[in-house]
């Protein structure tokens, strides 16, 4: 073992302790809708109690304890702030937080697992908002999420569209000619495909792009990239390779924000989820109504719900307080089943 080794593993270590450190203060911020107080003394003498007792860092326990102190005024300084949270689907540094920052820069991140978690947790009350991808220029409509829009009871605040750019990235230092393969989630690797074969690496997938950045951070191996945004290689202090490495320059991503209320603003879009009757006709005849309003429709979607039955998602320009907007849907609620407008909105185009 050399130098170089040992500081390559206390940079793995570094990277886990942020890692968790973050995560920790998420969970307290959270923590603070089931408690009547933000400071809680007991709770407090018992963390510290219980560090310093199973502390076996050659620190020793004073350090221990006094850095578990700064790390609970710190979380308490958090709830006190009360910052507005937003829960996304991935790791953090996912395009999905990019997106969410892009919204509001100083609101809260939480990951999730899944895109139903992001849902879930705002319809409890875990989290004031809900961030998730609707629709992309090169992959099409995100199927998981659309099915969830179609019956959930949550409504669109805001919708933001952003480019997607991949990045290829390594642990700093690392050797460009030493790289054989490159983890990431399947429709980046895809989105990617060319770029892959040029450079003749192995196409790893990932359940995140964001988590196979982290696991390269964490991992650091010397033969192995991810294949992620920029903003997770400053999140994971990562090299950039190679950036713009995505097969088509328009690549874009549509977001949809969700909340249990609708936008304390007025929107100039709608969006809005209907069925139609299974004959002929019957989707033309609902969206000539719009026309017939001189309402232009910017999106028109179907999602099979279950087999001969789809539902239709559009959206559209104007605002429900718009006298047209408002016949319209009088009109589209008689003539379909289930009409529904799931939010009006301003939408952010980056």
């Known amino acids: 073992m050399t130098l170089k080794d040992l500081r390559e593993d206390i940079d793995r270590i570094d990277s886990r302790l942020l890692a968790l450190l973050d995560e920790r203060m998420e969970k307290s911020l959270l923590a603070k809708a089931f408690k009547a107080e933000i400071a809680d003394p007991s709770r ?85 908002f809900g961030i998730v991808p609707v629709e992309n220029t ?26 997607v750019s991949h990045c290829l990235l390594a642990v700093p230092g690392a050797d460009h000619r030493e790289i054989r393969s490159a983890y990431s989630h399947s429709q980046a690797l895809a989105q990617c495909r060319n770029f892959l074969a040029r450079n003749r690496l192995e196409p790893r997938p990932y359940y995140d792009t964001a988590g196979a950045a982290r696991m390269i951070a964490q991992e650091r191996p010397r033969d192995a990239a991810a294949i992620a945004n920029r903003f997770a290689a400053e999140i994971y202090d990562l090299e950039i390779i190679k950036d713009d490495i995505q097969d088509a320059e328009n690549n874009r991503t549509r977001f949809f924000v969700v909340s249990r209320e609708d936008s304390s603003t007025e929107g100039n879009k709608c969006s809005a989820v209907f069925f139609t009757e299974d004959k002929a006709g019957a989707l033309f005849h609902t969206l ?26 559009i959206d559209f320009d104007g605002s429900i307080r718009d006298e047209r907007v408002a016949r319209a849907i009088d009109r589209a609620k008689a003539a379909t089943r289930d009409f529904r407008v799931l939010g009006c909105y301003q939408e952010r185009r980056l």
């Open 44 to 128: 407090e003498a018992a963390v510290i109690d219980r560090i310093t007792r199973s502390s076996r860092c050659l620190a020793g326990p004073d350090f221990t304890g006094e850095l578990w102190k700064r790390i609970i005024a710190e979380s308490r300084g958090i709830q006190s702030r009360s910052p507005r949270t937003i829960g996304f689907q991935g790791e953090h540094g996912a395009n999905s937080e990019v997106a969410a920052r892009s919204w509001d820069a100083g609101i809260a991140t939480m990951p999730c697992r899944e895109f139903s978690d992001v849902f879930d947790a705002v319809r409890d009350g875990l989290f004031d």
């Open 288 to 313: 000539e109504i719009f026309a017939d309003e001189g309402i232009n429709l910017t999106r028109i979607e179907s999602v099979p719900n279950k087999p001969g039955d789809y539902a239709i998602f």
């Open 138 to 163: 090169l992959g099409g409509l995100i199927g998981p999420v659309n099915s969830i829009l179609v019956y959930t009871d949550l409504r669109i605040v805001a919708a933001v569209d952003i480019p």
